[in-house]
């Protein structure tokens, strides 16, 4: 693989008052020809993720063509297992309804903060902009036996009939200074979407693999016989790495061919974060963060055929 920088997409820069730094964790949802809406997280003034979004032209990528002026989805009430803020998985259709899966905070008192998963449907707002309204107001995943720290960003797949999910844990508790927080990928599986059934005794990525200590925010695809996934993941930066599979459990690392690297300067220099991968138009796109977590905006890649 050989990935193409289209540049720098988009960074928020005080547009609203939930969108005052930061755009992390794009997703795409093609539209129609070449656009393409992105949602991504903003924060607020006290730090809290909203979803936002914005359209483009991948013909003319960093031409702006629409920025949504609400959030589509915004922190929770007080005592919610989102009240912090709320921050993007990914998008899954079952051919009917598009649902939203995103990781819901908590600000905690003995760690940082902790972490759910939620789900919520998409629907258009009065004004026809699109929006998202939460399934249920608790988490769909939890803390459980088996995973009892932490959950983080969840990557769902709808095929033959069935819902496959990559998600994050940790597998210890996470400790104030954030230094050494071992996180691992597992897999959970659902008849709906909604109820799942976790596959405890494996770990898909992570564990005690060395100069490794954070695996987070998987991105899956399925390309015929081979399940491809993109993440990220930290020794001493967070880097983008590359796994493949032939069942989506037992995954073989191969991040010497992910194909992108951080500039030498600008936006992206030092580290790499966050991908997403999408098709549109017969080409692959990757949509990816820079260092400090979406601080210096989100950018777009080209997969470079041949």
């Known amino acids: 693989m050989k990935w193409r920088k289209l540049g720098r997409i988009f960074c928020a820069s005080g547009e609203y008052s939930w969108m005052q730094t930061h755009a992390a964790n794009p997703i795409a949802e093609p539209i129609d020809g070449s656009l393409v809406r992105i949602y991504f997280n903003s924060r607020d003034a006290e730090n809290r993720a909203h979803v936002g979004w914005l359209v483009i032209d991948l013909e003319q990528p960093q031409k702006l063509l629409e920025l949504s002026r609400h959030a589509s989805l915004s922190p929770g009430p007080n005592g919610a297992f989102d009240d912090s803020g709320v921050s993007l998985g990914c998008l899954a259709t079952d051919g009917q309804q598009t649902w939203l899966y995103y990781v819901g905070w908590n600000l905690g008192r003995t760690t940082p903060w902790r972490n759910a998963i939620g789900l919520a449907y998409r629907k258009n707002g ?106 990220c993941h930290r020794g001493t930066v967070y880097q983008i790495g590359y796994a493949e599979s032939q069942d989506g459990l037992n995954w073989i690392r191969c991040d010497e061919r992910v194909g992108i690297a951080p500039s030498a300067d600008g936006w992206d220099s030092g580290s790499l974060s966050y991908p997403s991968v999408f098709d549109q138009g017969g080409q692959r796109f990757l949509l990816y963060n820079g260092p400090h977590y979406g601080a210096s905006g989100f950018g777009l890649a080209m997969l470079e055929k041949g």
């Open 126 to 231: 009065p004004d026809g902009q699109p929006t998202f309204e939460r399934f249920a107001q608790g988490p769909i995943l939890d803390r459980d036996p088996y995973d009892p720290y932490n959950l983080s960003y969840p990557w769902v797949i709808h095929e033959s009939g069935s819902w496959k999910m990559w998600y994050g844990t940790n597998l210890t508790p996470t400790p104030v200074d954030l230094i050494d927080v071992p996180h691992a990928f597992k897999f959970a599986s659902s008849e709906d979407g909604v109820n799942w059934t976790r596959d405890h005794d494996q770990l898909c990525l992570g564990g005690a693999l060395t100069g490794d200590c954070a695996f987070t925010r998987p991105c899956v695809m399925h390309d015929h016989d081979t399940y491809r996934m993109w993440y």
